[in-house]
C-alpha cells in the first residue's frame, strides 16, 4: 500500500493508491482538515452581544427583561470593526426586547460620528467611546426621549 500526503495550504489529504473508498477499507482519501471558505474567515469577528439593563433610579438592581442583542463584527482590540461593518452593513443587527412593549428589530448603523441602533425608524444612540466590548462591561444607550440607560454586556458569542 503507497500512502502520499497532499498539502493544499490549511487543508491536507492522505491519499493510498489514488482510489476513493470509505475509510474502513485499504484504500482511499482520508480528509485531515477541512478548508476554511472565505465566508467562514469574515463570520470569525461577527458576535451576538446581549446587553441587560444597568442599574437606574427605577431598577436599582437592573432588569434582565429590558435587553438589546446585537450582532456586531470586533476585531482583535474587542471594538467594533469598521472594514466589516463597511463590508456587510445588513448583517448588523438589533432586537429590542422590553417587557412592557412589543418587540422591535433594527439595524446598527453609522450616524453623525456615533453608532446608532434604528429600530422602527427611532434612533437609539449605542456610546461606547471607543471601550472594549467585554462580558461585564457597560455602555450606555441614548433613548428617542433623551433618557440616557446603562447597559451591562452580559454575554459576548
Known amino acids: 500500500m503507497r500512502l502520499r500526503l497532499i498539502d ?9 493508491n489514488d482510489r476513493f473508498r470509505p475509510l474502513r477499507r485499504r484504500y482511499g482519501k482520508v480528509r485531515i482538515c ?21 442599574s437606574t433610579g427605577e431598577f436599582p438592581a437592573g432588569s434582565v427583561s ?5 450582532r456586531l463584527p470586533l476585531n482583535d482590540q474587542d ?14 443587527i ?14 446598527v448603523v453609522r450616524a453623525d460620528g456615533h453608532w446608532s441602533m434604528r429600530c422602527h425608524g427611532k434612533d437609539r444612540l449605542l456610546y461606547l467611546d471607543s471601550t472594549p466590548i467585554r462580558l461585564g462591561g457597560q455602555v ?18
Open 8 to 16: 493544499h495550504g490549511i487543508c491536507s489529504i492522505l491519499v493510498t
Open 34 to 54: 477541512r478548508r476554511l471558505r472565505s465566508r467562514q474567515i469574515s463570520d470569525m469577528n461577527w458576535k451576538s452581544i446581549r446587553l441587560e439593563l444597568g
Open 66 to 70: 429590558r435587553v438589546y442583542l446585537v
Open 79 to 92: 471594538t467594533i470593526d469598521d472594514e466589516a461593518m463597511k463590508q456587510t452593513p445588513s448583517r448588523a
Open 94 to 107: 438589533v432586537q429590542r426586547h422590553w417587557s412592557t412593549e412589543p418587540d422591535e428589530r433594527g439595524l
Open 140 to 157: 450606555s444607550v441614548g433613548e428617542p426621549n433623551g433618557d440616557i440607560l446603562p447597559f451591562r454586556i452580559s454575554s459576548v458569542r
